[in-house]
């Protein structure tokens, strides 16, 4: 057994573990299997936190109107709301501008994976850089595709990432379970 297996997963969270994993499997093969749902559900997503969003932050600035950061505040609110209705009435350049953040998403995410699995080596990090190798692949092939294809590209792509995501956690979470057996 590795102290640095045991230190990394809790025996009591490998059960959630597993559960994800399950979950972002099936997520991935749902995204693939019908693209361009699952594109119009991501922009939806997107656009009602950005709406959320900002609403929260008008309503912290109305909090804050005596003090200084209340006109920053009020702005960033104004603009959140906005860019979130403009992606609900535009929904086609809002998936566009949605593959661009994709693609910049996945691509910080590949790179954070690279570095764990590099900070976990030698105890099963393998899987874990895999993960990370593509999911920078995944980012490199939405800029390539962008503008034109964006709305598949996207549900495809993420697929495919949640995909290697749940099957990297997957094998991380049974290595653990082995490990603390």
């Given at each position: 057994m590795s102290v640095?297996?045991?230190a990394t997963f809790p025996r009591a969270s490998i059960g959630w573990s597993i559960m994800l994993s399950v979950f972002l499997i099936v997520a991935g093969i749902l995204a693939i299997a019908m693209?361009?749902?699952a594109a119009i559900a991501v922009n939806i997503f997107v656009a009602w936190l950005l709406l959320f969003s900002g609403a929260a932050h008008l309503v912290f600035a109305w909090q804050r109107r005596h003090s200084r950061g209340?006109?920053?505040q009020l702005l960033l609110g104004i603009l959140?709301?906005?860019i979130g209705a403009y992606i609900l009435i535009n929904p086609a350049l809002g998936l566009v501008s949605l593959a661009l953040a994709i693609a910049v998403y996945l691509l910080l995410e590949g790179v954070l994976e690279i570095i764990l699995a590099?900070?976990?080596q030698?105890?099963?990090w393998?899987?874990?850089l895999f993960d990370g190798i593509l999911t920078l692949i995944l980012a490199l092939m939405i800029w390539k595709a962008w503008p034109a294809?964006?709305?598949l590209v996207v549900a495809i792509l993420v697929g495919i990432s949640m995909l290697f995501s749940g099957i990297s956690r997957l094998m991380l979470s049974l290595a653990a379970r082995h490990w603390g057996a």
């Open positions: 640095t297996a045991s693209p361009l749902a209340f006109i920053g959140y709301a906005f590099l900070q976990i030698p105890t099963r393998g899987w874990l294809g964006s709305e």
